[in-house]
């Protein structure tokens, strides 16, 4: 019943910058505490940050300091900006979200940081 679109993903130079988008259908998108994830090539999915319904975040030590996650419940939408991009950030992103135990998950953008 709830559907996520991720959007924001491409090619970037280490120390450059990116800024994901996910648009989330649903009119209790309040209620969700929304999430990225990223998978990498050989790993497993890991989560980079989140972000409650009341606003409280939390992230990957990998990401602190560089990533903001943030989140607007009059447009549906979670975003994550990207900031001092590194090699190691490249991977598949995914946005979550999630309402007790019911999670949904986008399709999933591609980020790439080249040296």
């Known amino acids: 019943q709830v559907q996520l679109v991720e959007s924001g993903g491409g090619l970037v130079q280490a120390g450059g910058s990116l800024r994901l988008s996910c648009a989330a259908s649903?009119?209790?998108?309040?209620?969700?505490?929304m999430a990225w994830y990223r998978q990498a090539p050989g790993k497993q999915r890991e989560l980079v940050a989140h972000i409650t319904s009341g606003g409280s975040t939390n992230y990957a030590d990998s990401v602190k300091g560089r990533f903001t996650i943030s989140r607007d419940n009059a447009k549906n939408t979670v975003a994550l900006q990207m900031n001092s991009l590194k090699p190691e950030d490249t991977a598949v992103y995914y946005c979550n979200a999630r309402l007790g135990a019911i999670a949904y998950w986008g399709q999933g953008t591609q980020v790439t940081v080249s040296s």
């Open positions: 649903g009119s209790t998108f309040s209620s969700y505490g």
